[in-house]
């Protein structure tokens, strides 16, 4: 026994290899191949399972086929498609007792285009992965608005059922926020975080393999519930109207749990990584505005996210198992699923505009070539909106008709996320005071996002107030408001960071003329759609119904053809990113003369990130300050150093 | 450290992280997802908050009764398994194998006879869940433990299987120690929910 004590202390501490990988059959072998008949194995194995349960307790039929699409079909068939596609292996064969391996990175790199569609544990892999996943779901979710704005061009119903409209406005919801907004930060993130830090991974690189494949599982779900009608009681999905929907509507229960899943792996794994994988000399306040951004907004996930877990769980059981959390006739409490999916939701909206405050640091300190005005109360701002966040929630609630005593604090506690939102605005803006600005394509995204965030922000201050927010409640104020901050703010800042990154994640330029005609274009088609929608809300007109008085006719066929014209400027982005990834001119390491550390390897950087962890020297936006430095590579002296070691 | 010791000496890996804190990856991560799954505790106690506080349900709604006496033993019985895991840990820091494969054993065997009294209890209780928003919330809140429960077990199976295959010693026992962790937080919040639920 000793001996093989003595055996594992090697095995744990990594001294081992392990023995050497079996030749596989290739129907065992971990892939795509494996995932397909797993995911129908485990579908199989989910059905047994309710039906032994179901005989067991004697109910009748035996065989029913709501709990099996929720058992079987929505969770257990695609943890079967997780563990062929490989997801599991490591932890499987640790729990079954083989030696423990460190990460051997026999994961890592992508060689071809195959190898963006395994389980990659290298961050940056996952990071375009990410990114390029996220906005597929974004081309989807924008074809559902244009069909919603197709519907809505004139007052009757032209193209589409009211059930079929609810639904398209509740999936294209759905998707931009779950499966765009929110893990397309993370996977910008997922590619830039560690090597601003100065890390050569990840914390948990296997956890952020699983982190990513989580995702397509829910996209897939969302789209699959127009086969499975029910996802229509918008993405706020409140009961009764939920609870009344069609089965299908536990599509979007259990999307939101994998999507949510999803999001807490990798913020745990963003906490714990900038917690402990810093590089040397790199304290708090040396941090890139970032790594802070994703700093807090991960603390909001890991808190939050468990409150929308726990409210679609709710409304999934009062539907399938006819449990009464908010059936008012069984002693049940319809108003509290409000309050807990804003406790969660309202935070989310910080979770989808924090690490976009991040990029638009980073891009606007770059092109204006001068130190971020106020870092430190940068930084401090952004933990000021996460603490203020979860005060909030019961603004969006002033109607409901919840305890009337709530609705002043919460005003307040509104009000006052302004101040430290307004910190940010003025910085931005007294950063570039004076400086040499550059209105290269990321600037402009940045500027575009600080100007119309403003907007959305100020009609957020109105709608804050209660009288207001009585007077506009459901109408398309709100719908303005809310595509001023997610598409004139989470979204622009996105495309600021995929135009920023795109030569560091492609090793290529992108065509500078195409993306500001994309900018330009947007920017004026997004304002042509979205602010008319202040006038009419103002006046009346009610959201999420297929139909209008004939009054505002006018103002939503000229809403809806701008939309068009919104739509189609992002066909130029898709055409700019695919062309110039395949054949844009090859971009050098640092093109926009940053300071941050991702810009000191190559583009795209090499497989570990470095040779030897970089020494951080100074702050990282020492923009026009002579001789100053954020970090030191000093990879040549550290391969100079190795060469004996590797002859032996 | 060694990993990446091994990693220089091929160097084919990646160079050595700094380590700039203190706290080890995988405890922080840990703690990290209890401070997760303590907000899903709390969501499902604000679903509580509100049926019996706001809602003013009845409770436990009349004719039903709740086993306070049974599950109190039960809670005995989960208490006592925070002290055996507590042991196997001791042991194995120590270097005293056969205290770690019995304290893991007998941890294993008292989460199992809870979870079983648990179900037991369901059998006898007299409602279900769609017996009003009490039998909703009562259902909702043991089991969303139970499956705790469930998940602790499970990965203190693991960490027993790799006990008795001759893992872990006196220098590697995170093994033992962060699925020990997440086995307190479950103890720790079965008290909470037998507070709430059985005897307030």
Known sequence: MSHVTGTSVHVETGHGHGPPPRARHWALRAGWVRAAWMTGFFFLLGLGIVVFFRWLGGYDPTLDWEPVIVVAGLTMAPLGFLAGLGGFDYWVSYALGSPTRPEDHSGHGAYTWRDYFRVNTDHKVIGIQYVSSTVFFFLAGGLMAMLVRAELARPETEFFDTQTYNELFSVHASLMIFLFIIPAFAGLANYVLPLMIGAPDMAFPRLNALSFWLLPIAGIMLLASFFFPGVGAGWTNYPPLSTEQPFGNVFFSMAVQWAGASSIMTALNFLVTIITMRAPGMTFWRMPLLVWANFTTSLLVVIATPFIAGSQFFVMFDKVMHTNFFDPGENGYALGYQHIFWFYSHPAVYIMMLPGFGIASEVISTFSRKPIFGYRLMALSLMAILVLGFSVWAHHMFVSGMATYLRVPMMVTTLLIAIPTGIKVFSWLATLWEGRLHFSAPMLWALGFVSMFVIGGLSGVMLGAVPIDIHVSDTYFIVAHIHYVLLGGSLFTIFAGIYYWFPKMTGRMYNERLAKIHFWLTLVSFNATFFPMHLIGVQGMPRRVATYEPQFGDWNLFISLSSFVLGASFMIFVYNVIVSWKSGPPAPANPWRGMTIEWLVSSPPPVFNFDEVPQVVGNPYEYGVKGARHAILNGDRAAAELEPVRST | ?200
């Not at chain 2, 840990?89 to 494969?101: E, F, H, M, T, V």
């Not at chain 2, 089991?143 to 203190?156: P, W």
Request: charge should be neutral; charged fraction near 10%.
């Open chain 2, 1 to 200: 450290m060694a990993t990446h010791a091994e990693a220089a000496e091929h160097h084919h890996g990646p160079p050595v992280a700094n380590q700039s804190s203190r706290v080890d990856s995988r405890v922080l991560g840990m703690f990290l997802f209890i401070a997760s799954e303590v907000m899903l505790f709390g969501a499902f106690f604000t679903a509580y908050f509100f049926v019996r506080v706001v809602a003013g349900s009845p409770w436990p709604e009349p004719p039903f009764h709740l086993p306070v006496f049974v599950a109190g033993v039960n809670t005995a019985i989960l208490v006592t398994s925070s002290f055996t895991i507590h042991w196997a840990l001791q042991s194995i820091k120590r270097d005293n194998r056969a205290g770690l494969q019995a304290g893991l054993v007998l941890t294993l065997a008292l989460g199992i006879v809870f979870l079983l009294t648990q179900v037991r209890e369901y059998s006898r209780v007299g409602f279900n869940p769609g017996d009003g928003a009490f039998g909703t919330i009562f259902y909702g809140l043991t089991g969303l433990h139970g499956a705790h429960v469930f998940v602790g077990l499970t990965l203190l199976t693991f960490a027993s299987i790799r006990a008795f295959r001759g893992h872990f010693s006196a220098a590697h026992h995170h093994g033992v120690e962060i699925p020990g962790i997440y086995w307190h937080f479950v103890d720790v919040m079965w008290i909470v929910v037998y507070v709430t639920i059985y005897i307030l």
